[in-house]
């Protein structure tokens, strides 16, 4: 069955704004390392940055129907996360698609599967993240569903879901831990500020993170020289 449901409630926007110049890379870790795709989806530059409630998307193969109806639902801020199924065979979003996103504001794309326009997608300063690039474009001749759970690079999301991407990839927060997450990511980059500032004291990492005596813990037989002689 393929279901166009309507958009959901938004979560509050202090709560998305309060992610926005959080590293992926912490908020992971403040979800104890869980909720990161694929290393595969990759921003067209490194610069973009993305940070919105997703508007989830699944198509048919090679056809990109189904992103052209959530394209026309989407409201400014969403984030249509799109599980193309991985295939990386056809660009299912170009330079057409991508300029009409840009104009009505929405948050960015990711998308696991292809994308086409490839030059036009980096150079803009709409955020776009995907899995794979290919000039052979999407048909428009099967069904899709908008609105359903999907799973995109491997993570499951939920329509309204955060996703939150970078540099180094994408992470989605489960939209009823959103508050909860942030508040831990907030703690994590706090933690990594005062390590940097004790290492800058002088301090080795090793001690900082309580490694001393794990390796031996976990079986690893560790020669060790007497820095002293």
Not at 72 to 85: E, T
Not at 157 to 184: F, H
Request: proline share 6%; net charge neutral.
């Amino acid at each position: 069955m393929f279901i166009v449901n309507p958009c959901c409630d938004l979560m509050p926007q202090e709560i998305i704004d309060g992610y926005r110049n959080i590293p992926v890379a912490n908020i992971g870790d403040a979800r104890g390392r869980f909720g990161c795709m694929s290393w595969m989806i990759k921003p067209m530059n490194h610069d973009m940055r993305i940070c919105g409630p997703a508007l989830t998307v699944q198509t048919y193969r090679a056809d990109n129907l189904a992103i052209h109806v959530a394209l026309n639902m989407a409201r400014p801020g969403d984030v249509l996360v799109i599980d193309a199924g991985g295939i990386c065979d056809t660009g299912l979003w170009g330079g057409l698609m991508n300029q009409m996103a840009r104009q009505k504001k929405l948050g960015g794309i990711i998308l696991d599967g292809g994308v086409r326009d490839c030059q036009e997608l980096a150079a803009s300063d709409f955020p776009v993240f995907a899995r794979a690039i290919s000039p052979q474009g999407g048909f428009k001749a099967s069904p899709g569903s908008v609105n359903i759970p999907i799973s995109c690079g491997g993570v499951p999301v939920l329509p309204g879901d955060l996703v939150v991407g970078d540099a180094d990839g994408v992470v989605v927060v489960p939209s009823a831990q959103a508050k909860e997450i942030l508040e831990k990511s907030l703690g994590v980059v706090q933690k990594e500020k005062e390590l940097r500032e004790r290492m800058g004291r002088g301090e080795q990492l090793y001690s900082l993170l309580k490694l001393d005596g794990a390796p031996e813990t976990l079986g690893m037989i560790v020669n060790r020289v007497d820095t002293m002689k």
